[in-house]
């Protein structure tokens, strides 16, 4: 089913799209933010040194037009995000009332465009999907942007704008958040929409980002169907932790809801190294993950999933350039080799970031150490979370 690297040829099954823009390759979010590193355009170059991506796999992400931005967000904060674009700083009003032009959320040269094409690429990657496709939208996953006020280095909600894409070709629709923060803004959209799942693991809201909520008793209500399963993790977990909590709630979510298609928000904050994440998972882990979901996903009548990717979180460049070539290749049927070619350790040095002597960034796509990990001990408290997540209403 699968082709090698250098055949290039597209397993039946496996029509993926890679949704990009040249744009990515201009610094975004102005100095010392975690976000000004080379992410989508660093993945793409790390993918071509592997010849991993054909023409017909790449499309030009556009920019979503206004009315699209407001199915979701309030026309007001629309009009003063692409203002501030206009006028070259964020008036004061804005700024308290958005929450834009501060240090989480800053004001940056195309501040409107830049985020305003992640989300068009969203839209576009969900009528990729419905057409047929398993659509990647790399710079997209912005989870906590919320209808009128910027959040958590997020100014629009593309996630939620590709699931309402979805929901109006009548699907129903299963969201997967593996960043390894809370998707609230995604999960507070859909909190009245039964026909909406939002599956969230994260670091417990007790010791990280956003400051509250991500509970596992926060599920919605009865009357509102249940929209939300939620499974905060403590500090430090590791493989092993994430895969037995994962294996456990994931069969059971999908047997109960039943979706249409599933979008799943692939930040890379989980592993170990990641400036902000508190987590020791490894490259092998975040790929197991999405590879299990790309073969228990709804299929069109060809047999391909029916799969929305984007990415998400993820603040070590070298991290992220890793993890989303290992998850390009999944989804797009490809076995890679793990050992990095020569041009794709050049692209990696290039970024010229202080490198953890442990890990072999430029040599390998996955972590080194593995063995560690996997077989570290599973805490009594993980297995706890396992289990009491079964004890959900629509689980149980
Ligand atoms: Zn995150």
Known sequence: MTASVGSLAIPAGRKACFVGSTRYRRRAYGANHPLAIPRVALTLDLIEAYGAITP??????????????????????????????????????????????????????????????????????????????????????????RPGRAQGFCYFN????????????????????????????????????????????????DYAYPSHGGRLTDCGSAESGYATVNVPLPRALTDGEYLLVFESVWPRV???????????QAGTDML???????????????????????????????????????????????????????????????????????????????????QDEEEAFTESLIHSRLDERVNGTIRDDVREIALRVLQHPLLR
């Open 56 to 145: 017909v796999e790449r499309l030009e992400a556009r920019v979503a037009a206004d009315f699209e931005l407001e199915w979701f967000h309030d026309r007001e904060y629309v009009a003063a995000i692409r203002r501030a674009e206009v006028l070259g700083r964020v008036k004061q009003t804005y700024r308290e009332r958005y929450q834009l032009g501060t240090l989480e959320n800053p004001f940056f040269d195309q501040m409107f465009t830049t985020p305003a094409t992640a989300t068009g690429a969203s839209i576009q990657a969900a009528e990729q999907v419905i057409a047929g496709r398993i659509a990647f939208n790399p710079a997209g996953g912005m989870h906590h942007a």
């Open 158 to 205: 593309d996630p939620v704008l590709g699931i309402m894409r979805l929901r109006r070709a009548g699907w129903r629709v299963l969201y997967v958040d593996i960043d390894a923060h809370h998707c609230d803004g995604v999960e507070a959209a859909f909190r009245n929409d039964a026909d909406t799942l939002t599956l969230s693991l994260h670091m417990d809201t």
């Open 254 to 264: 999908l047997d109960r809801f039943r979706p249409d298609a599933i979008v799943l």
């Open 272 to 354: 170990a190294g990641d400036p902000l994440g508190k987590w020791r998972c490894t490259t092998q882990t975040f790929l197991a993950v999405a590879e299990r979901i790309v073969e228990s996903a709804p299929r069109h009548a060809d047999g391909t999933p029916r799969l929305l990717v984007t990415g998400g979180g993820g603040y070590h460049p070298l991290l992220v350039a890793r993890a989303w070539t290992g998850l390009w290749a999944a989804l797009s049927g490809r076995a890679i080799s793990t050992a990095i070619p020569d041009r794709g350790a050049e692209v990696l040095r290039r970024v010229g970031w202080d």
